[in-house]
Antibody, heavy 115, light 107 residues
Framework: QVQLVQSGGEVKKPGASVKVSCKAS????????ISWVRQAPGQGLEWMGW???????TNYGQKFQGRVTMTTDTSTTAYMELRSLRSDDTAVYYC?????????WGQGTLVTVSS | DIQMTQSPSTLSASVGDRVSITCRAT??????LAWYQQKPGKAPKLLIY???SLESGVPSRFSGRGSGTEFTLTISSLQPDDFATYYC?????????FGQGTKVEIK
């Protein structure tokens, strides 16, 4: 079965960077994009961007351009790095399979940004 | 960006009720719309894609309709497991955007 297993929660100071990993299994990794969606506490869902594991093509939301980098490696793991963290980046970050609609989600990684 | 607006924001209903949630887009998105259900502390679950296609394993009491700018998610007979928050999402134009959510509460 399809599984996306994310790395554990992180606490970061403002200005720092965070890198969240997402280990995929149960399907052919290069056949589906990996997207990242975040959810601030008590808030709605926000799409950040996606990467194609097939050719590393990426599409980032303009809000995150210049601050986010999405990568994959041959171990079927996807990564999302967010730099210059601010307090309003505090959120649960989800990796999801697909680049348009999302049928498989990771369990989420809570990133807390606090001084 | 395409803005997605859901109504109502909160819906109080009883088990067995037929409930509908509306999602409106600020411009036509054809049928490129998905619906998700989210329970507290859990990842969202895909219910509907391409406006009306039921995701595998989702009960048939869930249905979606609409095209262009107006869409509806209907639960034909609300079950105890359905009390949750529902989100629509457009995937017609980048950046993909979600509605603000509709919380379905027990009346």
């Amino acid at each position: 079965q399809v599984q996306l297993v994310q790395s554990g929660g992180e606490v970061k100071k403002p200005g720092a960077s965070v890198k969240v990993s997402c280990k995929a299994s149960g399907y052919t990794f290069v056949s589906y994009g990996i997207s990242w969606v975040r959810q601030a506490p008590g808030q709605g869902l926000e799409w950040m961007g996606w990467i194609s594991p097939y050719d590393d093509n990426t599409n980032y939301g303009q809000k995150f351009q210049g601050r986010v980098t999405m990568t994959t490696d041959t171990s079927t793991t996807a990564y999302m790095e967010l730099r210059s963290l601010r307090s309003d980046d505090t959120a649960v970050y989800y990796c999801v399979r697909g680049h348009s609609y999302f049928g498989h989600w990771g369990q989420g990684t809570l990133v807390t940004v606090s001084s | 960006d395409i803005q997605m607006t859901q109504s109502p924001s909160t819906l109080s209903a009883s088990v067995g009720d037929r409930v509908s949630i509306t999602c409106r887009a600020t411009q036509s998105i054809s049928s490129w719309l998905a619906w998700y259900q989210q329970k507290p502390g859990k990842a969202p679950k895909l219910l509907i894609y391409k406006a009306s296609s039921l995701e595998s394993g989702v009960p048939s009491r869930f249905s979606g309709r609409g095209s262009g700018t107006e869409f509806t998610l209907t639960i034909s007979s609300l079950q105890p497991d359905d009390f949750a928050t529902y989100y629509c999402q457009q995937y017609d134009g980048y950046p993909w955007t979600f509605g603000q959510g509709t919380k379905v509460e027990i009346k």
